[in-house]
């Protein structure tokens, strides 16, 4: 060994490079980092020769797509790649060794990811969970290569991109899954296209699809705008889908004097238990499959809302209100009696109501058992001077019905509760 690393040592710097060349970059570093020489980890050390890294292999037995060893793989996370990190432009990696190597240093000039191997949980992984990708902004990926199983019928992805990881990760992840029979897509956009037309969807992900019989999705275009934008009707975006086969499907856009625009298209039946960011206006349909919701408005959600709300998700379990409402709103004794209340109405499932964005109005209306019936509401996400006000200091009989189940009371910092709180809510924990 000591013979062949002099004559290596003799060799001029081009002809090195050759030679090296012919080698994979992976087994270049690992051979020559380390090894004490200087001038070896110079040229190991070179952008032709940390550029791209490829960190899959053949199974000699098998033809199989497989990771390198656990030994070659743990020295580059821990020596080699903290060395090379602004160097590289490219990983080639399977899936079984993705997250080590992505976890190992930051990658500030990655813009290409091949994956092998790769299935529904590591998917999801990539477009959900931050934690994987702490050391890289995801909107730098501009190539994500999917070598798929050739057989996969059957995908389901769940992410919030923005528009351009829509665009640069989202879309070329989907046209590479030609075999699929069966797709679902619940996707959230912010700063994308105003819409998602059924044009879009056909020319960019249906037409690379032509074993597909099953399309689900809910999709959302969340948008800021400076200029105010060009109003387009529920109408206008239905029409976009008249000659596209995804079945009957339904259009929500609503623009808010924030400046700000969103809108939803999905399939029908709807098959997602989670919707957010929904205004005032949703629309004349039953939502069975949704147990938790998040309302979002600018204007104040009134008793009419409520009412077509538990007839639209007769099964939701999770409730979260954020509407900042005009003074005019704000909490008195009238709200204690209130002559828009005709009936009392009832959420049977739901368990937990988050109302601490919410004007006191909502902890009235939703505690004061003339007005609502929470049977089985365990959690409660409050303002503690809003539930001190309207509880009347926790002796109220109107609202002591409707917190009676409550075993988890959470007020947003840290409080030593009064003997009275115990009271009037008896399976909170002391």
Known sequence: MNQYIVHLLDIPNEILFIILKKLENVDVLYSLLGINNKRLEIIAQEQIFTNILNFVSKSQSTDEICSISSTILDRFCISILPRIHKN????????VSMEEILRAVNYPNLTKLKIFNFNKSIVSKYFIDDSLFEHIDKQQITDLVLNDN???KCFSLTCYPSGQAYDNLVLPLL??????EELTLYIHIFGGPIFISGTHLHNEILVYMSQLHTFTFYITSENDFIDPPILISNLDIQRTFTNIKCGQIVCMIDYFAIDKTICRVFSLPLKFHCLKK??????NLVFNSVTHLELWDENPFKYEFFIRLARAFPFIKSLSIWNIVPASWTFDKSHL?????CSIIEYPHLISLDIVRANIYYVEHFLNETKTY??????????YEDLEM???????DETRRNSAKVKRLIVGHSTVYPKDVYYYFPLLSV
Request: glycine share 0%; charged share 25%; hydrophobic share 35%.
């Open 150 to 152: 050739p057989n996969l």
């Open 175 to 180: 046209r590479q899954m030609s075999n699929l």
């Open 337 to 341: 009696n209130d002559k828009d209340w």
């Open 278 to 283: 929904i205004p005032n206006n949703i629309p």
């Open 374 to 383: 929470l049977p089985r509401l365990t959690e409660l996400k409050i303002r």
């Open 88 to 95: 590289i432009k490219s990983l080639i990696v399977e899936s």
């Open 390 to 396: 309207v509880t009347t200091n926790f002796t109220r």
